[in-house]
């Protein structure tokens, strides 16, 4: 019989493969619900812890997670690997190597987890735990910030190497599938939007069938002014031909039909030059004519005007 390896008897390996399976879930269980006022190695509390495996589940949670941060979880993580292998009955090729490989990789994850400044459970425990603290801090004063770190992904990656059946040629077996979920979503979300950006023009297109044709009116270029049209409501208002002018001449006095050489006196009647008046030299602007002389086409006698 091999170190961790099922025995011949396949009854004595389901039990012991539940067994793990158990563990593994209290181990769990006690994680997830741990409180920091229950009582435990550090705390002293006269009150029924909450959490759900009761009190080992307290104990136990407060050590694992004060020694060794969230890399904790990673005990219940191997016990239903190692579970799955008694269920089954599979051999479990070199046990001390896998022994070998847990440890390491739950040292490299502590020291990788205390790189980062963060606590859990406010603020109470450090995210490395305390033994990843103290590893990361003897990494640094050893090797620098950047060589602990190098160091410290280097031992996780050589630990899964040990732990599991992990190589490079088989990961893109093992993403395969992801990979394949993930093209399969992205090929029907093109198709979605392919089939909206359709909907969409024939809407388009739609609406531009019922709308009536218009004339398409060219904007003006910017250095004309924009004319302005009246709008559509407003009608034009037709001037009555009785309705008064407001540019004709408000001026009710009658003005000189023949204009003379002379510039016409407005609200004056001037007649034309005839025997009353001389032809020549400067024209008066009173006269006194006898009706018989001035008047030869009308009987009527013109008015007479004198100076006073």
């Not at 190597?97 to 502590?110: D, N, P, Y």
């Not at 992801?178 to 029907?188: S, V």
């Not at 407001?246 to 609200?267: A, F, I, M, N, Q």
Request: proline share 12%; net charge positive; hydrophobic share 40%.
């Amino acid at each position: 019989m091999k170190l961790l390896s099922p025995t011949e008897h396949r009854r004595l390996n389901e039990v012991t493969g539940f067994l793990l399976l158990s563990m593994g879930l209290v181990i769990l269980l006690s994680l997830v619900s741990y409180h920091t006022q229950d009582p435990s190695w550090n705390t002293a509390a006269g009150s029924r812890p909450l959490n759900l495996a009761g009190y080992p589940g307290a104990w136990l949670s407060d050590v694992l997670l004060q020694t060794f941060g969230a890399a904790a979880f990673l005990f219940p993580l191997l016990a239903f690997l190692l579970s799955w292998k008694w269920i089954r009955s599979d051999e479990l090729d070199a046990g001390a190597v896998k022994i070998f490989g847990s440890a390491l990789l739950t040292l490299g994850v502590c020291a990788m987890l205390s790189f980062v400044p963060l606590r859990m459970f406010g603020g109470t425990i450090p995210i490395g735990g305390t033994l990843g603290l103290a590893l990361a801090n003897y990494l640094v004063e050893s090797l620098n910030l950047a060589g602990a770190l190098l160091a410290t992904a280097t031992a996780v990656v050589v630990s899964v190497y040990l732990v599991s059946t992990f190589t490079l040629a088989r990961l893109g077996e093992w993403l395969k599938g992801p990979i394949g979920w993930l093209e399969r979503r992205a090929a029907a979300w093109r198709a979605w939007r392919e089939r909206v950006h359709a909907r969409s023009i024939e809407k388009a297109r739609e609406r531009q069938r019922r709308r009536p044709d218009k004339p398409v009116i060219a904007d003006a270029p910017p250095w004309q002014p924009k004319s302005r049209r009246p709008p559509r409501w407003r009608k034009s208002r037709t001037r009555s031909p009785s309705a008064p002018s407001k540019t004709s001449d408000p001026s009710p006095l009658p003005r000189s039909p023949t204009p003379g050489p002379w510039p016409p006196t407005p609200g004056l009647y001037l007649p034309p030059p005839g025997p009353c008046l001389p032809t020549s030299g400067p024209r008066p602007l009173f006269f006194i004519c006898p009706p018989p002389i001035c008047s030869t086409k009308s009987p009527r006698a013109m008015p007479t005007t004198s100076r006073n």
